[in-house]
Nanobody, 126 residues
């Protein structure tokens, strides 16, 4: 069982930056693929970024490529999402997710992740 707790959300002006953190419990965290998703009001949850256990394989949604950076520190059981050049359309609840299955490409669909955090709100004002 893995428990995930996100932090770092808040209100920021357009063009600003935030860093989200996701702290995970569980001894096998280092073997999990980790992902960040977001859900804006009235919209479906969407994939933002994912990182495999070693950090050597990373994938981003086109909408955040070049602005967001995902990273992980397995010694601290933590995954991060560094968000730069934020836009009002980045406003959403951001969720951390964990996937135990290894192999293949980085998963980008909700059902492919077994564990989810409670979410943290990111609001970007224009």
């Amino acid at each position: 069982q893995v428990q995930l707790v996100e932090s770092g959300g808040g209100l920021v002006q357009a063009g600003g930056s935030l860093r989200l953190s996701c702290a995970a419990s569980g001894r096998t965290f280092s073997y999990y693929t980790m992902g960040w998703f977001r859900q804006a009001p009235g919209k479906e949850r969407e994939f933002v970024a994912g990182i495999k256990w070693s950090g050597s394989s990373i994938y981003y949604a086109d909408s955040v490529k070049g602005r967001f950076t995902i990273s992980r520190d397995n010694a601290k059981n933590t995954v991060y999402l560094h968000m730069n050049s934020l836009k009002p359309e980045d406003t959403a609840v951001y969720y951390c997710a964990a996937r135990s299955r290894i192999g293949g490409n980085i998963a980008t669909l909700e059902y492919e992740y077994e564990y989810w955090g409670q979410g943290t709100q990111v609001s970007v004002s224009s």
